[in-house]
């Protein structure tokens, strides 16, 4: 924002001065914005309910009732279980479990899933 105002030395040092307050203005936006998106960068808990059940049962329900066969696999040696990603080949439909030797928790389910590189699954 520039000020007009009669030419000479007077007129120089309120821009310097306009120049400074907007200076300072946008320096504090700055600040508070990069507080904002600290601030919303923690960690949340997610409170979600979880559907758990006999390891056996659950697998054995997603195999026969939904036709999803495991596409991924991995172990969470921290929390002493292993997940699994079930996939139905025709509908896309899949499902994320997690497990441990005696019991199994769907985490999520889905549709039309894809690999990483775009391609059915």
Not at 34 to 56: F, G, M
Not at 79 to 97: C, K, R, S
Request: hydrophobic share 40%; aromatic share 6%.
């Amino acid at each position: 924002m520039i000020i007009s105002t009669a030419t000479g030395s007077s007129s120089m040092g309120v821009y310097i001065q306009v120049l400074i307050n907007t200076h300072m203005k946008l320096t504090i936006i700055m600040m508070l914005t990069l507080v904002c998106i600290t601030a919303s960068a923690e960690p949340r808990r997610l409170n979600k309910p979880v559907t758990c059940d006999d390891r056996d049962r659950v697998f054995t329900v997603i195999r026969d009732e939904f036709k999803e066969t495991p596409q991924w696999w991995g172990a969470s040696p921290e929390q002493g279980t292993q997940l699994v990603l079930t996939v139905n080949p025709v509908t896309g439909a899949w499902t994320m479990i997690e497990f441990t030797s005696t019991t199994a928790c769907v985490l999520a389910v889905g549709e039309k899933s894809s690999s990483a590189w775009g391609t059915p699954i």
